[in-house]
């Protein structure tokens, strides 16, 4: 293949984009504002589950795809950042999914002893240590003979004056980029604790912005959380942390002493509509590519998503 790649976004989607393509045989240059490190991605639980995403009839096939290749790295944790965690999603049931829970092995009703009110979900999914995952998809990638650049983009067309294709991978800077106004922030809060001893993870979501939900990650415990569509404050509110470990500690009461290590805020890149995916023809021949508003769910629609964009780069 001739010709360069540029991919726009440096967390998850963007890097796991640049990776396949660059597999392919692109030349990929990904620019970021920020390290990949510093991104949304690296706030992320971790958890595989389709979750704040839409449109539901494309995203069973996308975090399929995701749950295929994240199974593969399992048995690699401490470089790949993926392991297998089983959990309970509460009130949820399996008639409520759509077609891809079929595909997900073990996925059954949890018992009253693994759930007491009995109207939860019981699954061995892959949860993923974002950073860690990040900095192994970095090198990845560099191995494929791409590199990240720190730099923004100030429109598609500055990138398009370098390259013959260009992938948008920006997330919520797709507001801007691309003058894309169904895009909007939907933040979410987190305590960092030291794990008591939890050794599954659990998440209950709320219709309101409250949900909650305990990750165990290595050396730590991720507790939550929030979901407050169309709000960008990044600074942590003690009151909101005071809540969220109250009620990760009415499940698993161990967690009201563990030691607080920390506080993660992150925004979610959600869109009207769902995500966007899709080619279009730029003038002079050029080839933009947007891969972007995946929501909650970036980590768990990643692989799919990017194999697409490989497609549709091909198209």
Do not use: K
């Given at each position: 293949?001739?010709?360069e790649t540029i991919?726009?976004?440096?967390?998850?989607?963007?890097?796991?984009?640049?990776?396949?393509?660059?597999?392919?045989?692109?030349?990929v240059?990904?620019?970021?504002?920020?390290?990949?490190?510093?991104?949304?991605s690296?706030?992320?639980?971790?958890?595989?589950?389709?979750?704040?995403?839409?449109?539901?009839?494309?995203?069973g096939?996308?975090?399929?795809?995701?749950?295929?290749?994240?199974?593969?790295?399992v048995?690699?944790?401490?470089?790949?950042?993926?392991?297998?965690?089983?959990?309970?999603?509460?009130?949820?049931?399996?008639?409520?999914?759509?077609?891809?829970?079929?595909?997900?092995d073990?996925?059954?009703?949890a018992?009253a002893?693994?759930?007491?009110?009995?109207?939860g979900?019981?699954?061995?999914?892959?949860?993923?240590?974002?950073?860690?995952?990040?900095?192994?998809?970095?090198?990845?990638?560099?191995?494929?003979?791409?590199?990240?650049?720190?730099?923004?983009?100030?429109?598609?067309?500055e990138?398009?004056?370098?390259?013959?294709?260009?992938?948008?991978?920006t997330?919520?800077?797709?507001?801007?980029?691309?003058?894309?106004?169904?895009?909007?922030?939907?933040?979410?809060?987190?305590?960092?604790?030291?794990?008591p001893?939890?050794?599954?993870?659990?998440?209950?979501?709320?219709?309101?912005?409250?949900?909650?939900?305990?990750?165990?990650?290595?050396?730590?415990?991720?507790?939550g959380?929030?979901?407050?569509?169309?709000?960008?404050?990044?600074?942590?509110?003690p009151?909101?942390?005071?809540a969220?470990?109250?009620?990760?500690?009415?499940?698993?009461p161990?967690i009201?002493?563990?030691?607080?290590?920390?506080?993660?805020?992150?925004?979610?890149?959600?869109?009207?509509g769902?995500?966007?995916?899709?080619?279009?023809?730029?003038?002079?021949?050029?080839?933009?590519?947007?891969?972007?508003?995946?929501?909650?769910?970036?980590?768990?629609?990643?692989?799919?998503?990017?194999r697409?964009?490989?497609?549709?780069?091909?198209?």
């Amino acid at each position: 293949m001739n010709g360069e790649t540029i991919v726009l976004g440096g967390g998850v989607i963007g890097l796991t984009s640049a990776v396949v393509l660059a597999e392919a045989g692109r030349r990929v240059r990904l620019w970021s504002p920020e390290e990949p490190e510093a991104t949304t991605s690296a706030v992320a639980g971790g958890l595989w589950w389709p979750y704040r995403i839409e449109p539901e009839e494309r995203v069973g096939l996308w975090a399929l795809r995701s749950l295929e290749v994240y199974a593969g790295l399992v048995d690699r944790p401490e470089e790949t950042g993926a392991r297998l965690v089983s959990g309970v999603h509460a009130a949820t049931r399996r008639e409520e999914l759509g077609g891809w829970a079929a595909e997900v092995d073990g996925l059954r009703a949890a018992t009253a002893a693994e759930y007491a009110p009995g109207d939860g979900l019981w699954a061995r999914l892959p949860v993923l240590d974002m950073p860690t995952h990040l900095r192994w998809l970095r090198r990845r990638l560099e191995a494929a003979g791409g590199h990240v650049e720190r730099r923004a983009a100030g429109s598609p067309a500055e990138a398009a004056a370098e390259a013959g294709v260009v992938v948008n991978c920006t997330g919520l800077g797709a507001a801007r980029l691309v003058r894309d106004a169904g895009v909007r922030p939907v933040r979410g809060q987190l305590v960092v604790v030291e794990n008591p001893g939890v050794d599954t993870w659990f998440t209950r979501t709320g219709t309101g912005a409250e949900s909650t939900y305990f990750i165990p990650q290595p050396g730590r415990l991720l507790l939550g959380g929030t979901a407050e569509a169309g709000a960008d404050a990044l600074e942590p509110d003690p009151e909101t942390a005071r809540a969220i470990v109250a009620r990760c500690a009415q499940l698993r009461p161990e967690i009201a002493g563990a030691r607080i290590l920390g506080h993660r805020v992150g925004l979610r890149p959600e869109r009207a509509g769902g995500v966007r995916l899709e080619r279009e023809e730029l003038p002079g021949g050029g080839v933009l590519v947007h891969n972007y508003g995946h929501g909650g769910a970036g980590v768990t629609v990643a692989w799919g998503c990017a194999r697409e964009v490989a497609g549709l780069v091909d198209a």
